[in-house]
Nanobody, 120 residues
Framework: QVQLVESGGDLVQPGGSLRLSCGAS????????MGWYRQAPGKQRELVAT??????KYADSVKGRFTISRDIAKNTVYLQMTSLKPEDTAVYYC???????????????WGQGTQVTVSS
C-alpha cells in the first residue's frame, strides 16, 4: 500500500505565497513521476504541474508563478506558489505514478488533498 500526504494549504491574501509538500510512503520501488492537480468547487480537476525526470510541465494559468520540485531521496514533491490569485482557490491533490516492486506495473496514486484559499 502506498500513501500520499499533502500539507501546506492555508488561507492567504491575493499576491501571497504558499509552499505545498507531498510525501509518499509505503511499498515503493520507484516513483516515475509526481505532480499536483487542483479542483475548485463545481469545476473539473485540472493539472497544475508535473515533474518526471528532467521534464517539468505547468498549466498555462500558473506558469511563471508556481514552481514544482522533487526530492527523490525523500519521495517528496513540492509546489512553491507565488503571486497567488483568487482563481487559485481549490483543493490541491498530490499525484504520483508509483512502481511498488521490481517487475510490477506502476500505479497512479492520489493524496487526500489540501485546501488552498486565496481571498482578501
Amino acid at each position: 500500500q502506498v500513501q500520499l500526504v499533502e500539507s501546506g494549504g492555508d488561507l492567504v491574501q491575493p499576491g501571497g505565497s504558499l509552499r505545498l509538500s507531498c510525501g509518499a510512503s509505503g511499498t515503493i520501488f520507484r516513483i516515475n513521476a509526481m505532480g499536483w492537480y487542483r479542483q475548485a468547487p463545481g469545476k473539473q480537476r485540472e493539472l497544475v504541474a508535473t515533474i518526471s525526470g528532467g521534464k517539468i510541465k505547468y498549466a498555462d494559468s500558473v506558469k511563471g508563478r508556481f514552481t514544482i520540485s522533487r526530492d527523490i531521496a525523500k519521495n517528496t514533491v513540492y509546489l512553491q506558489m507565488t503571486s497567488l490569485k483568487p482563481e487559485d482557490t481549490a483543493v490541491y491533490y498530490c499525484n504520483a505514478d508509483i512502481q511498488m516492486t521490481w517487475g510490477t506495473t506502476s500505479i497512479d496514486s492520489w493524496g487526500q488533498g489540501t485546501q488552498v484559499t486565496v481571498s482578501s
